[in-house]
């Protein structure tokens, strides 16, 4: 089992920047893809950012790309979310995901392949 707890949200002005964290507990030993997702009051949940277990490879969705910046520190099992140029329609619960990975470079970007998920986090980007 894996336990993930995010962090970093609030609120925030259109154009400003977050960082969201996402702590992993558990058996953590185990190597994992990880990513970001988000919902939106009347929305269904959306792919944000993953990441696999090495590091080295990403993908974006098209909405944040260029803005938001997906990262991962294996020694302190712990993944972030670095947000610029936030935008009103930013303005979610995020919450973070992972799923055991036996390659190392694999990206996950598909919500019903992840096993775990954290609590979320809100961010709100006010106009």
């Known amino acids: 089992q894996v336990q993930l707890v995010e962090s970093g949200g609030g609120l925030v002005q259109a154009g400003g920047s977050l960082r969201l964290s996402c702590a992993a507990s558990?058996?953590?030993?185990?190597?994992?893809?990880m990513g970001w997702f988000r919902q939106a009051p009347g929305k269904e949940r959306e792919f944000v950012a993953a990441?696999?277990?090495?590091?080295?490879?990403?993908s974006y969705a098209d909405s944040v790309k260029g803005r938001f910046t997906i990262s991962r520190d294996n020694a302190k099992n712990t993944l972030y979310l670095k947000m610029n140029s936030l935008k009103p329609e930013d303005t979610a619960v995020y919450y973070c995901?992972?799923?055991?990975?036996?390659?190392?470079?694999?990206?996950?970007?598909?919500?019903?392949?992840?096993?775990?998920w954290g609590q979320g986090t809100q961010v709100t980007v006010s106009s």
């Open positions: 990441i696999s277990w090495s590091g080295g490879k990403t």
């Open positions: 995901a992972a799923v055991i990975t036996y390659v190392h470079t694999i990206v996950v970007v598909t919500a019903d392949e992840y096993d775990y």
């Open positions: 558990g058996r953590t030993w185990r190597s994992y893809a």
